[in-house]
């Protein structure tokens, strides 16, 4: 059990430019979630697949967000035309077991700042 | 829509006394509430997970209750020390989707 991992850990980039992260859950788990955090609160829901199905997603996933789970493994979160708006801190969290006993494993996050 | 709060938002406490943090939620159609740990600039820890069947649990010096009804629990650290530093998160899963949703945390300093 090496954890969930996710890819870059820091991500600069200027406002208008496009950005990828990855995320790579444990291995067995199929339920894998994306999340926001701002700076002083709590993580916010973005997006939640089941192998490779997504099947919710929040208002906040604007149209300028998208994002795959490929043959339910690692998931990629991609923005288009960033906004300042935009940075925070982005987790990935997978989980294996039914909603009412799920325990979410997170990564450490990738943090983006848009300049 | 469900919100989360929690108070203190911080708090800063001598080594050895114990933790007491608070978490309310509006809504008690909830399938679980968990807690978790956040150490700065990681991602979060789960510490326990209360069903919504279920009044507590424990683990070491955690204990963690819930009160369904007045949409509250109550997380308790004993004997405290400067390693339980951190930020902890309170959170809810919601009848009807997959979503978690998260109070802002309390911030806690354990003075050595």
């Known amino acids: 059990d090496t954890g969930v991992s996710q890819n870059p850990r820091h991500k600069i980039t200027k406002r208008g430019q496009n950005v990828t992260f990855r995320c790579d859950p444990i291995s067995e788990h199929n339920r894998l979630y994306w999340y926001r955090q701002t700076l002083g609160q709590g993580p916010e829901f973005l997006t939640y697949f089941q192998n490779e199905a997504q099947l919710e997603k929040s208002r906040l996933l604007s149209d300028r967000f998208s994002a795959e789970r490929p043959k339910g493994s690692f998931s990629t979160l991609e923005i288009q035309r960033t906004e300042q708006g935009d940075s925070a801190m982005y987790l990935c969290?997978?989980?294996?077991?039914?909603?009412?006993?799920?325990?979410?494993?997170f990564g450490s996050g990738t943090q983006l700042s848009v300049l | 829509k469900q919100e989360v709060t929690q108070i203190p938002a911080a708090l800063s406490v001598p080594e050895g006394e114990n933790l007491v943090l608070n978490c309310s939620f509006t809504d008690s159609a909830i399938y679980n509430l968990q807690w978790f740990r956040q150490d700065p600039g990681k991602g979060l820890t789960s510490l326990l997970l209360i069903q919504s069947s279920q009044r507590e649990q424990t683990s070491g010096r955690l204990n963690a209750s819930l009160d369904k009804s007045s949409g509250r629990s109550t997380l308790y650290i004993a004997a405290s020390q400067p390693g339980d530093s951190a930020t902890y998160l309170c959170?809810?899963?919601?009848?009807?989707?997959?979503?978690?949703?998260f109070g802002k945390g309390n911030q806690v300093v354990v003075i050595p």
């Open positions: 959170a809810v899963g919601i009848y009807g989707n997959n979503r978690l949703a």
């Open positions: 969290a997978s989980s294996l077991l039914d909603r009412v006993n799920e325990k979410l494993f």
